[in-house]
């Protein structure tokens, strides 16, 4: 097979730089693959079983058509201090103007049109001097929340648009290995049910999302393509009953703090707020489960949950931190007995683990019904598990009773984004004819980030292919 695009990975990079490609007029073909299915025939079992069935080949929690974004929470993060670190290769205002372009493409699509977290400006500030007293940052950010179940009907609206754009799309066509020749990208080779085949193209964008990091890093090291050990993040899933989180809620819908606690000094913050929503599991490759937290615009739950996350970046000789965080997360599965671990932060403290009793006599009745009381401590890294521990007493002074004893802890909560793919602003890799977008590449974090470097390429492309 042979095409002028190829594009490896259905998430939201891949898919934005199809559409902004085809919008700004250009007519090459271009053929996406994506190892999971098309999203009108992704569906989780757990809805009907209660449980996770630990779906094969794939999780259709986190691969398909949209990635992650279509089953997450479906939050867009509107501003360019928010979802990575694409502003340090092509500069703040061109990523701002980026955001609020794209976003008008999922307004056109169906996307709400309320933003959270613009108004009470007296009370954002309130919140801002508790956290200034604490020693965390409050960073502001507009939030557009699609919810869980709204977004997957937003993206079917983008995919059947590709498709009628004449966009070829293989679903449950996996990316074997990369086609080189003297230094350059010239296609991929594939597996399609089975069957394995070249696919040879001009371009060859990689897109394949957190997933895929593993795999890209892998990648990366047999073909030399210039790279470096990135970020890895370590943390917890942590759930609260919607009074302690109410004026947070309210005011900004999702609070984002970012800390420095004693002694380590990592770097920790908090990340994907759900009011109202529910702490879900996602299995990744090799049986590894992880935690994760939904919001929809409809089912409310009587909880809040966010994850605190601790960033940890390696320096030589060490350069494998997704398998770092691979391994923290199968020594917590494996005391989990294959299942998410959740602790009461008040046995944290006490240095026990949470019995099943326990959590049925608190006032929190955690959101994942089958995740298994333990001691989380026992699989988290000393250095990870004090920076978790004293950043949450830091929180507390901002959100009164967020360090409660009844606060549950979920683990393993792990962001791969490691492997930052060394590129120009014109984002071409150090081989000819290659692309790596979105958050396998190391330079975007979330939806809207990765949205917005796929409307990049999709623009970088339609100039280049215009002027050659």
């Known amino acids: 097979m042979k095409t002028d695009i190829l594009i490896i990975g259905a998430g939201p990079s891949g898919i934005f730089t199809a559409f902004e490609f085809l919008k700004k007029g250009g007519k090459q073909k271009i053929v996406l693959v994506e190892k999971g299915q098309a999203i009108e025939k992704r569906h989780c079992p757990k809805e009907q079983t209660g449980k996770c069935m630990s779906c094969k080949p794939n999780c259709h929690i986190t691969t398909g058509f949209s990635g992650a974004g279509a089953f997450s929470d479906g939050k867009l993060s509107l501003s360019y201090e928010v979802g990575g670190d694409l502003p340090q290769l092509i500069g703040a205002d061109l990523v701002q103007e980026l955001i609020d372009y794209t976003d008008s493409i999922y307004l056109s699509f169906g996307a709400d049109t309320r933003i959270e977290g613009l108004e009470n400006t007296e009370e954002v500030k309130d919140i801002r001097k508790r956290a200034i007293q604490a020693g965390l940052k409050l960073v502001d950010c507009p939030i557009r929340h699609l919810g869980t179940e709204k977004a997957q009907g937003i993206y079917y609206a983008i995919e059947q648009h590709l498709l009628n754009e004449g966009v070829q799309m293989h679903f449950g066509c996996e990316c074997v290995d990369l086609l080189m020749k003297d230094g350059v990208c010239q296609g991929a080779t594939v597996c399609d049910h089975g069957k394995t085949f070249d696919i040879e193209a001009t371009h060859t964008i990689v897109a394949t999302g957190r997933r895929g990091a593993d795999w890209l890093e892998k990648v990366c090291s047999e073909h030399g393509i210039e790279h470096q050990p990135g970020t890895v993040d370590i943390g917890v899933r942590v759930e609260v009953r919607n009074e ?225």
């Open 244 to 468: 302690v989180m109410e004026t947070v809620n309210r005011v900004l819908y999702e609070s984002k703090l970012i800390g420095y606690p004693q002694p380590f000094k990592n770097k920790v913050r908090t990340f994907c707020q759900n009011p109202g929503g529910f702490v879900s599991q996602e299995n990744y490759d090799n049986d590894l489960a992880v935690v994760n937290g939904h919001s929809y615009k409809e089912l409310k739950s009587n909880n809040t949950n966010l994850a605190i996350l601790c960033s940890h970046n390696f320096n030589h000789p060490f350069n494998q931190p997704i398998a770092y965080a691979q391994k923290v997360g199968e020594l917590t599965n494996m005391l989990g007995a294959g299942h998410i671990l959740v602790q009461r932060y008040g046995d944290i403290l006490d240095g026990k683990r949470t019995w099943p009793k326990e959590l049925s006599q608190s006032n929190i009745r955690p959101t994942l019904p089958d995740a298994v009381a333990g001691d989380i401590t026992a699989a988290m890294p000393y250095r990870a598990m004090m920076n978790i521990i004293n950043f949450i007493q830091a929180v507390d002074h901002v959100v009164p009773g967020f360090a409660s004893t009844e606060t549950l802890l979920y683990s393993p909560e792990l962001k791969f984004y490691s492997n930052r793919i060394k590129m120009n602003e014109d984002l071409q890799t150090s081989i000819q004819g290659l692309y790596c977008l979105g958050d396998s590449s190391g330079w975007t974090r979330g939806l809207m980030m990765a949205s917005v470097m796929g409307v990049l390429m999709g623009r970088k492309l339609a100039q280049e292919i215009g002027n050659s």
